[in-house]
């Protein structure tokens, strides 16, 4: 079953749209052309509510738009946050060369959550999605795609734990399971998907049922 991973916000893949150093779009986040007024509120969300975000995402469920303000005005702004941690303080600026500048008026906790997933980290962890979810269940407020806040550590763990697994079953694990970063994941060329393809679906010695492919 195919997963693609072009979400898109504005018209524009969100990789691009929010920016990162390998991106300069006409809308970024990356680059401060979309920020934050100074009277927006701080970056509420649990981790639990970031990760449903990204599943209603693959799942091509609406989550709503994103209202912005475009000015030039000499206006207190921040920026988003790319590693969050509680309680850190914000830097504000004025936009005293009166570039034009983005602001977010509402969607704020989406874009900060998708920006903190696909770019930065939460408390030192980042956003991994497990390659072999995805299948469909019979209560449809069940995750399907399934996002999990980690640290390096405990990632490496999980696929450790993946591989001994499906050793001990015999190439028939009860739930074949795999993480990897959503940002390296985003990065990848056509042909290190398919490398990628390739290695879990002999590592894991997975069966023709529970085999997931990562569509470029």
Avoid: C
Wanted: net charge negative.
């Amino acid at each position: 079953m195919a997963r693609r991973f072009d979400i898109v916000w504005q018209g524009e893949p969100v990789k691009e749209a929010l920016g990162d150093e390998h991106h300069e779009p006409s809308q970024s986040v990356s680059n401060d052309e979309v920020v934050l007024p100074a009277i927006q509120r701080d970056f509420i969300w649990e981790e639990e509510k970031a990760e449903k975000l990204f599943d209603s995402i693959m799942r091509k469920y609406p989550i709503g738009i994103a209202l912005l303000w475009e000015t030039y005005e000499d206006i207190q702004y921040r920026s988003f946050i790319r590693d969050f941690k509680a309680g850190q303080p914000h830097a504000y600026r004025d936009n005293t060369q009166r570039r034009r500048l983005k602001l977010v008026l509402d969607g704020q906790q989406r874009l900060q959550a998708l920006y903190i997933g696909l770019f930065g980290s939460r408390e030192g962890k980042r956003l991994f999605f497990d390659v072999l979810s995805g299948d469909s269940s019979d209560d449809v407020a069940e995750e399907r795609f399934l996002f999990y806040f980690l640290t390096p550590e405990e990632a490496q763990e999980w696929n450790e734990a993946a591989d001994e697994e499906a050793r001990r079953m015999e190439g028939d694990p009860s739930s074949p399971s795999w993480v990897i970063r959503v940002g390296d994941l985003f990065a990848m060329t056509a042909r290190e998907k398919k490398d990628l393809v390739k290695r879990l679906e002999t590592d894991l010695q997975l069966t023709a049922d529970s085999r997931v492919f990562v569509s470029t």
